[in-house]
């Protein structure tokens, strides 16, 4: 039993070195996760760390600390982030797209959710706990009814983030803001204009996208470039000069999502087992989030090491297609389930008790692990998981494709 002076010292104590160590623990916990723990921004008058975060002491962030905790409770791994490709079009040809072949995959055989179906998909998501909603295509803003999927997220429980070309921002903006998006990250893989549209198959979309990111920011969304990385374009400088025009055009964070090994770039060999350039593009990115005249740089490869959080698809992270097929993430395209057909938690289930997803993996990106290449749980094609037999797409043409392929059609 501790004696009145004792008590007396314990809450003095307290009222000193809360706030303090609260502030040391959060900045320890994004120095983890993100490799830097500088603030990019105040939405809301929250602390953004990044856009794939909850803001700092907004209600999804405080439906993420307890989710963590149930977890716990649970001894279960139940998805912290959903990302939702909410249309199979679009108009580009992008020469890494992940979503190419699912016309292989007979994908468009398939009717695309309907906004009731896609309400479904969010609802059972947010029930599941999902705390950041990444919405994907396709192009989503070639989705007429794409703000009234944002409106219908319960804003209380989850973030909403965009992922888009950007061609279609600046006029879309405004319903965007209505209806309650927090984020957007814009893609942009070259610095250059020209590169960029020749890349991505559609003239002026640099320009449009470089618009669309300064309205975003005027009515008050954090922005992002998102940028598909090469091992080529890295050594060439992209990484610096997409870092300089990030600061020069005022987007809060850099995102780098080195090149997969998927869609039209399943059969670069180059992408497996290269993890040099990945390490070399960590250490750059330390300069640039030491210095808060940038904007964050966030590099994918990091956040998806034993440093951060690891490769978390199928144990922390899913991804639902146009038409409810759950998948463990973006790019990795094994077909687990439909929401439409099975409840999602019996989906997860099924997915996460599997000894591949019953832990994050350490070591990096599974698709990009020339160890896990062959497994049932990996893919770079769309492809359901059937106990014993799912490999690869068997429609695939043998041998070398990332060259001089046909761009898929637009719809
Ligand atoms: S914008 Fe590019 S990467 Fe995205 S779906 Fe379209 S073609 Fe694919
Ligand atoms: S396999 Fe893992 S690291 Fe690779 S893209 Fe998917 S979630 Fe990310």
Redesign the pocket.
Known sequence: MNDLLTQLRLKWFFATKTLKYTSDYLDRSYQIFLNHNKVIHFRNGHPVYSLSTPALYSKPAANFFAQQFYKIIRNKSTPNLMSFAVTDV?N???G??S??DYDDAGGRKKAVLTLPQAQKVLKDAQALGVSVINFT???PLLREDFPEIVRSVDKSLSTTILFT?GGFLADRIGDLKKAGLDSVYI?LDFADPAKHDAH?GIDGLFRRAVQGIAKARAVGLSTGISCCITPESFRDGEFQRMVELGKAIGVHEVLFLDAMPTGRFKRRKDLVGNTAWLEEMVEASKAYNADTAYPGVLVYAYATSYRSVGCSCGTDYFYVSPHGDVCPCDFSHVIFGNMLETPLHEIWDRMNSLEDFKSVKFGACKIKDAGWQDKKTVSGAFTPYEDGSAGTCSSCPSGIEEAGQPA?PAR
Request: with cysteine.
């Open positions: 679009c580009a040809t992008c890494h797209c979503f190419y295509g396709g192009e070309h893609s991505r898929r």
